[in-house]
């Protein structure tokens, strides 16, 4: 079973920031937290990954709480090329990667 | 670089028959994976290689079901024999070292099996 809780489905104006939430209380010190999105009819995509500090590239910043026991993917922008399946994942110590239901956001212009 | 690339994109057979689909890793990946999805099971991993090497193959539903890697460029998964419930999208990804690291995923090809 995937180690994260998101909600199933969000919706999000275009334009405006669309903030993703995931928790993940079950986290161990060495383990990271990934995103990856997958838009419809294609693979998925990588996004972000972190540990302890916040990070930040050109897709989206990724915002993790000082007890690691959840996070939020921030898209600053959304535009309609956002509409995706949205996986938050924290990799197991058996190194295999299980993407859960994850979220699905709806940019609506 | 072209990224993962996956042959063929879309696949329809009928059941009882043999079904490979094939994928290029990035060059200079090591470790590349086989992902499985439908919509009732969602994104399962199959099977993952380092160094041309399997060391996960738990995902693999039966022993129908088999993949390899004969070099560092090239893998396949075939099923044989192949079976309506195997109708799904087959996802390959690969990664610079582990699984631990970004994993860079190809096109998909569309199973349909009638």
């Known amino acids: 079973d995937a180690k994260t809780t998101q909600p199933t489905s969000m919706d999000c104006a275009e334009g405006r920031a669309a903030n993703l939430p995931c928790n993940h209380s079950t986290i161990s010190g060495n383990e990271y937290v990934y995103w990856y999105r997958q838009i419809h009819s294609q693979g998925p995509q990588y996004i972000i990954h972190?540990?302890?500090n916040n990070e930040t590239n050109e897709m989206a910043s990724l915002i993790i709480t000082e007890d690691r026991k959840s996070s939020t993917l921030i898209l600053p922008h959304a535009t309609l090329r956002d509409t995706a399946v949205y996986y938050c994942i924290v990799l197991n110590r058996d190194d295999k990667i299980i993407f859960g239901k994850g979220t699905r956001l709806h940019i609506l212009p | 670089d072209a990224g993962v690339i996956q042959s063929p994109r879309h696949e329809v057979t009928e059941m009882g028959q043999e079904v490979t689909l094939r994928c290029k890793p990035i060059?200079?990946?090591?470790?590349l994976f086989w992902y499985r999805q439908t919509m009732m099971r969602g994104l399962e991993l199959l099977i993952y290689?380092?160094?041309?090497?399997?060391?996960?193959d738990s995902g693999m539903p039966e022993d129908r079901f088999s993949a390899k890697m004969p070099n560092a460029s090239f893998s396949t998964l075939k099923i044989q024999p192949s079976e309506p419930r195997d109708s799904a999208v087959y996802f390959c990804?690969?990664?610079?070292?582990?699984?631990?690291?970004?994993?860079?995923f190809g096109p998909g090809t569309r199973l349909l099996v009638l």
């Open positions: 990804a690969s990664s610079f070292r582990t699984s631990q690291e970004t994993q860079y």
């Open positions: 972190g540990l302890k």
């Open positions: 060059s200079g990946h090591n470790s």
């Open positions: 290689f380092n160094n041309n090497v399997p060391i996960d």
